[in-house]
């Protein structure tokens, strides 16, 4: 019960840590500058590990190299910290699961952006960070857009998109213990 409890925290400050650190590296993506108050918190919770990586990891072709491989190591010292008892575990083995708990906090992290935008686009369409998270949305909507027109003034794209990567994230859980087991 100890080692759950234990777990679950892990999981959760590793998996806000890396929410942080995947916001900062798709705002220089998208080259999107968010309220003052949003973008001193993101960098103060992330400069610690982005900046000695960066010493190492140079951008290139204007991406953030520094911050995924801070990602990287924070999924790797979650799935570390919650194997460190099951000496069975191989070092490989707990390489493939950072791999798809990157690839999980990324799906995770998309999902909740199409929510958030949806909850601003019913709540309040005006609210400061409202821009924002629709400009970090646009490339995934767009495409999307193009295809599905708006029905009686409703825009149906975040409902599909949403579908679509939950559809990708089953599939990464169910292919997760097929590789394990190679």
Same mark, same amino acid.
């Given at each position: ?89 191989? $070092? @490989?083995?707990? =390489?493939? %699961?950072?791999?798809?708990?990157? *690839?999980?906090? !990324? /799906?995770?992290? &998309? +999902?909740?952006? #199409? ?40 825009? $149906? @794209?975040?409902? =599909?998109? %949403?579908?679509?990567?939950?559809? *990708?994230?089953? !599939? /990464?859980?169910? &292919? +997760?213990?097929? #590789?394990?087991?190679?």
């Amino acid at each position: 019960m100890l080692h759950g409890i234990f777990t679950f925290v892990i999981d959760i400050v590793t998996g806000f840590f890396a929410g942080f650190l995947l916001l900062r590296f798709w705002m220089q993506v998208q080259r999107v500058r968010p309220p003052a108050g949003l973008a001193q918190a993101i960098f103060q919770i992330t400069d610690w590990l982005v900046h000695p990586i960066r010493r190492v990891v140079p951008g290139f072709r204007g991406y953030d190299w520094a911050t995924m491989v801070g990602v990287f190591l924070t999924a790797l010292l979650s799935m570390v910290l919650d194997f460190w008892l099951l000496s069975e575990v191989s $070092f @490989s083995t707990i =390489l493939l %699961l950072a791999v798809f708990r990157v *690839l999980q906090w !990324v /799906l995770y992290g &998309l +999902m909740a952006l #199409l929510v958030l935008e949806a909850i601003f686009s019913w709540v309040n369409p005006h609210a400061p960070l409202a821009p924002f998270i629709r400009a970090l949305n646009e490339p995934l909507l767009s495409p999307f857009r193009k295809v599905l027109p708006s029905l009686g003034g409703l825009d $149906f @794209s975040p409902l =599909l998109v %949403l579908i679509l990567l939950q559809i *990708l994230s089953r !599939v /990464l859980n169910e &292919l +997760m213990p097929r #590789l394990l087991m190679l």
